[in-house]
């Protein structure tokens, strides 16, 4: 019983940037990930960062460098700041929470998504 809330989209400029912020509420103790993915329509899923519950982080090659996830655990929040974006990375920003309810069942949960325009 994970619950994802995702805010901060909108519109940027090239170059620009954005924080987006992913709340979550309920198990949160079960939460051992948390995964940003973004997607445009008709265009294939793709991971651009995940933080795990002990810590560590990665990065999809392509926003290496200038995207940053990072979380603050007293507030059950996961953030991605995205700084020099690009227009081909206006797309809609999911955040997942990998759950671990038990040794040998493990669930997820999705945030809404939300959307980023990139443009001038």
């Known amino acids: 019983q994970v619950h994802l809330v995702e805010s901060g989209g909108g519109l940027v400029q090239p170059g620009g940037s954005l924080r987006l912020s992913c709340a979550a509420s309920?198990?949160?103790?079960?939460?051992?990930?948390i995964v940003w993915y973004r997607q445009a329509p008709g265009k294939l899923r793709e991971l651009v960062a995940f933080?795990?519950?002990?810590?560590?982080?990665n990065y999809a090659d392509s926003v290496k460098g200038r995207f940053t996830i990072s979380e603050d655990n007293a507030k059950n929040k996961v953030y991605l700041q995205m700084n020099s974006l690009k227009p081909d990375e206006t797309d809609v920003y999911y955040c997942?929470?990998?759950?671990?309810?038990?040794?040998?069942?493990?669930?997820?949960?999705w945030g809404q998504g939300n959307q980023v325009n990139v443009s001038s």
């Open positions: 997942k929470a990998g759950i671990r309810v038990t040794g040998a069942v493990e669930a997820a949960s």
């Open positions: 933080i795990t519950s002990g810590g560590s982080k």
């Open positions: 309920g198990y949160i103790s079960g939460i051992y990930s």
